[in-house]
């Protein structure tokens, strides 16, 4: 299991963690949310030992990374793709790996077939495209057949086929009863991949829970065909509803519930050809978590970027 227990890191006048305090339970996938900023890669590097906290801990089944006798063989890490030697080739960087860990040979196949880029390993990593040097992070993090694997923005540089292969991949490393930590920016992506969502936002805790639990309590929309759409507007607007108008006239309402606008359409009789409720998804229950902790704001919600 892996416990962020009150975790405080500040750089001179910045604090980019505030008594940050979440645990990361295996047999799921996890997922990481936070707007740009919001101190996610910043988390992970001090799980990592590659950065120490101000205050606070992060341990790794009640150990720091550092106190850990073989780091490779208990947990894998892919931080950033591109932070491999240009000069090597995929196999000889993964057998430097393997040596300094103990870790047999014979793995380094394993994990490059895997991820399947074995039948490139032979190459220079400098000459790999984003998208293969994501699948060779990964086969390093999964070299030492670790226990916690933790990920950030492992679905960069990926086309769909590889999206998909990473989303079953987490499932079945879940599955083995692992702890997957996984942070992304892509709420779509999030909320078909990860069974627990942890969100923060200028460092601090926001909210935990599965993605049900979190758009389950959000205000969502209602789309609507009216015979009247002016009217209908007018009258929404009068009981304090949003409406959005569409380009062929429909509507989109917020701020009523689909039997509050019905009762209104009714009794001034206007004819409902449709009314379907629409759920909040991910992105709108984070944009509403994280509206105060963006660090530029903008006029129009827009999806947080890579931190």
């Keep these: 299991m892996l416990k962020i227990d009150h975790l405080t890191k500040r750089y001179k006048d910045t604090t980019a963690l505030d008594d940050l305090d979440f645990e990361v339970k295996p047999g799921v996938v996890t997922g990481f949310l936070g707007p740009n900023g919001s101190g996610k890669t910043t988390t992970m590097r001090l799980i990592l030992g590659l950065d120490h906290p101000t ?6 089944d009640g150990l720091s990374y550092a106190d850990l006798k073989a780091p490779l063989r208990e947990v894998g890490a892919l931080l950033d793709a591109k932070a491999v030697h240009p000069g090597r080739t995929a ?6 790996l393997a040596a300094s860990n103990q870790i047999p040979k014979a793995r380094v196949d ?9 039948s490139v390993a032979h190459k220079k990593v400098g000459s790999y495209s984003l998208g293969m040097s994501q ?7 999964l070299l030492g057949d670790p226990g916690v694997l933790l990920f950030d923005e492992p679905v960069n540089g990926l086309d769909p086929e590889g999206i998909k292969w990473i989303r079953d991949f987490f499932r079945s490393l879940a599955k083995e ?7 992304s920016h892509l709420m779509s992506e999030m909320a078909v991949s990860a069974d ?3 969100v923060i936002g200028r460092g601090r805790f926001i909210t935990q829970g599965s993605v049900d639990d979190l758009t389950a309590t959000a205000h969502g929309t209602v789309f609507v065909r009216v015979s009247d759409p002016p009217q209908l507007i007018s009258l929404v607007k009068n009981q304090n509803g949003t409406v959005e108008e569409m380009n062929d006239g429909n509507l989109t309402i917020s701020g009523l519930t689909s039997d509050q606008i019905g009762g209104i359409a009714f009794n001034a009789g206007i004819t409902i050809l449709e009314l379907t409720p629409q759920r909040a998804s991910l992105e709108d229950v984070f944009m509403d978590l994280t509206a105060d902790s963006l660090e530029f704001g903008s006029s ?8």
């Design 110 to 118: 394993e994990v490059l077939e895997f991820v399947g880029i074995a």
């Design 91 to 96: 196999r000889n960087h993964l057998r430097a």
């Design 196 to 198: 627990q969502i942890i």
């Design 300 to 307: 129009k919600p827009e999806t947080a970027h890579h931190e």
């Design 177 to 183: 009863g692992r702890t997957v930590f996984v942070s």
């Design 55 to 60: 205050k606070g801990r992060a341990t790794i």
């Design 135 to 141: 699948r060779l992070g990964i086969a390093g993090a």
